[in-house]
């Protein structure tokens, strides 16, 4: 499985901007599979953002994104995408999509087996 995340860049306070993550390698649809983001701020260590089953339903997501973010895949696609409105200085930070196996949703890195390259998010004035 190989992940490819884009979509990052500057954006002010208060805007937005949409992360995607394209996932190759694999036929996800035929496999239990979970997508999630994570973030990594400077000189913090990496924390969950979202996750979302392959085959869709609940989402999961960090309390302090909630309402802001949403998470989204395209199956036909084969991409998970990741909205992020109501910006904030606090959000910047180099965000990665990974997967792991089976339909549980997961907070936990340890839990993710596939990990794309970051794309770095940078909210500010």
């Known amino acids: 499985v190989q992940l490819q995340a884009s979509g990052g860049g500057l954006v002010q306070p208060g805007g937005s901007l949409r992360l995607s993550c394209a996932a190759s390698g694999r036929t996800f649809s035929n496999y239990a599979m979970t997508m999630g983001w994570f973030r990594q701020a400077p000189e913090k260590e990496r924390e969950f953002v979202a996750a979302?089953?392959?085959?869709?339903?609940?989402?999961y997501y960090l309390d302090s994104v909630k309402d802001r973010f949403f998470i989204s895949r395209d199956i036909y696609e084969n991409t998970v995408s990741l909205q992020m409105n109501s910006l904030k200085a606090e959000d910047t930070a180099v965000y990665y999509c990974a997967a792991k196996l089976g339909y549980e949703l997961s907070r936990y890195q340890k839990d993710y087996s596939y990990w794309g390259q970051g794309t770095l998010v940078t909210v500010s004035s």
């Open positions: 979302i089953p392959w085959r869709g339903g609940r989402r």
